[in-house]
C-alpha cells in the first residue's frame, strides 16, 4: 500500500506500507532518489538529469519500438529487452 500523505502522522509505517515523498522546485529538471532505510542505516539510489532531452530520447526510443506491434500490454522493459514479449 502506498501512503501518499505523512502530514502529522510519526511513529513506523504499518507493515507492507511504502512512502514516498515529491518535490518539484526552480529549475531541477529532475533527481530521483530511492532510499531503503532501516533503523539506524539507509542506502540510497540517485539519478539527477541536468536536460530532459534524455526524457524525450526515451519516449522516442518508446514510440519508435510499438509502431506496428500488436495491440497488448507492454512496459519500459519490453522497450528495452528486458522483457518476455
Not at 20 to 27: C, D, I, K, L, Q
Not at 36 to 59: P, Q
Not at 60 to 84: C, H, K, S
Amino acid at each position: 500500500m502506498a501512503r501518499y500523505v505523512r502530514d502529522g502522522v510519526t511513529g513506523a509505517r504499518r507493515a507492507g506500507e511504502i512512502g514516498f515523498a515529491v518535490v518539484r522546485g526552480g529549475s531541477i529538471v529532475g533527481e530521483h532518489s530511492v532510499g531503503f532505510c532501516t533503523e539506524g542505516e539507509t542506502v540510497t539510489l540517485s539519478h539527477a538529469a541536468g536536460d530532459r532531452i534524455m526524457f524525450a530520447r526515451g519516449a522516442i526510443a518508446a514510440a519508435l519500438w510499438v509502431a506496428g506491434r500488436q495491440p497488448g500490454e507492454y512496459d519500459m522493459r519490453d522497450v528495452l529487452g528486458f522483457g518476455a514479449s
